[in-house]
């Protein structure tokens, strides 16, 4: 079991910058694999980005290839996804996932763990 807590969310003009965290707790953070997820009002949930056990390994969304990027810190048992030249599209509710697997799965279904997410809002 793992339990997850997203922050760093909030409101940015477009063209600007977040970094969201999510902080895990429960076993072994490092044998998770990560994801971001994000959901508008309205719209299904989509994928974002997934970073493997290691941080070796990512899967990035090409919606926002280029702009964001996920990474991981096994000590702190945290994962981030750094958002830049943000555009109002971006606006969601931003969820990360665990997964207790080995591949950076883009499926919202094949992740067991979720948090309660951190709202992004982006305005132009």
């Known amino acids: 079991q793992v339990q997850l807590v997203e922050s760093g969310g909030g409101l940015v003009q477009a063209g600007g910058s977040l970094r969201l965290s999510c902080a895990a707790s429960g076993r072994t953070f490092g044998s998770y694999v990560m994801g971001w997820f994000r959901q508008a009002p309205g719209k299904e949930r989509n994928f974002v980005a997934a970073?493997?056990?290691?941080?070796?390994?990512?899967n990035v969304a090409s919606s926002v290839k280029g702009r964001f990027t996920i990474s991981r810190d096994n000590a702190k048992n945290t994962v981030y996804l750094q958002m830049n030249s943000l555009k109002p599209e971006d606006t969601a509710v931003y969820s990360c996932?665990?997964?207790?697997?080995?591949?950076?799965?883009?499926?919202?279904?094949?992740?067991?763990?979720w948090g309660q997410g951190t709202q992004v809002a982006v305005s132009s």
């Open positions: 996932a665990a997964r207790s697997d080995w591949d950076t799965s883009r499926r919202p279904v094949d992740y067991g763990y």
């Open positions: 970073i493997n056990r290691s941080g070796g390994i990512t």
